[in-house]
């Protein structure tokens, strides 16, 4: 080997060693959008568990005060009914309280605005529950995708080393790129895009 070949080897080498260079650290780059991807995607689904826990919690409230409501909302007719049979005045009154009671404490169970938890607020805190989980779950699809798109892309760019195709270089580079756009929508518009 002459030492023309031998510098043309050399400079070969060193070309290849740079162009890997910069492979690696466009994996190295993929792998912290990666890394953000999969964080971002394990506290939507977190989140989304925990608003589903939340709103089956407040929707077994709400079945629970509307059957109250039911319950003495009944008692207090049935006790209307029976008033015809008291003869007493005073057992007559003693009665009507008790009705009234249980008709304010109907209505209490229907709306309770300083404590809410009325059935009506219970319903509405189940609904905002329902929204929040529904966007945590658009985010995590968002997030899963995104994870997949960087994924491939580390592997393509891995390839490139191995096969020195550079076009696999530039599919990685557009699958990144794609990835942090699903990213982005997945923080800032997850209903964007219905991937579910």
Not at 38 to 54: M, P, W
Not at 71 to 84: C, D, F, I
Not at 174 to 187: D, E, K, P, S
Request: glycine share 6%.
């Amino acid at each position: 080997m002459g030492a023309h070949e031998s510098m043309e080897h050399a400079e070969h080498a060193e070309h290849a060693s740079g162009s890997n260079k910069k492979i690696a650290l466009l994996i190295a780059v993929i792998a912290l959008f990666l890394a953000l991807s999969e964080t971002l995607g394990k506290g939507a689904q977190t989140e989304a568990i925990s608003r589903n826990v939340e709103a089956s919690n407040l929707w077994a409230f709400f079945q629970a005060k509307s059957i109250r409501r039911t319950v003495v909302q009944a008692t207090a007719e049935h006790a209307k009914l029976s008033m015809g049979t008291v003869g007493d005045d005073a057992a007559k009154a003693a009665l009507q309280k008790q009705i009234d009671d249980w008709n304010k404490t109907a209505q209490r169970y229907r709306s309770e605005p300083e404590t809410g938890e009325g059935s009506e607020e219970l319903a509405k805190r189940a609904k905002h529950a329902e929204h929040q989980r529904d966007e945590a779950t658009a985010k995590y699809h968002h997030y899963e995708i995104a994870s997949a798109a960087f994924q491939i892309g580390i592997v393509l760019a891995s390839a490139t080393i191995i096969t020195g195709m550079l076009v696999l270089a530039w599919v990685s580079g557009a699958l990144a790129i794609v990835g942090i756009a699903i990213t982005a929508l997945g923080l800032y518009a997850p209903h964007l895009l219905h991937l579910h």
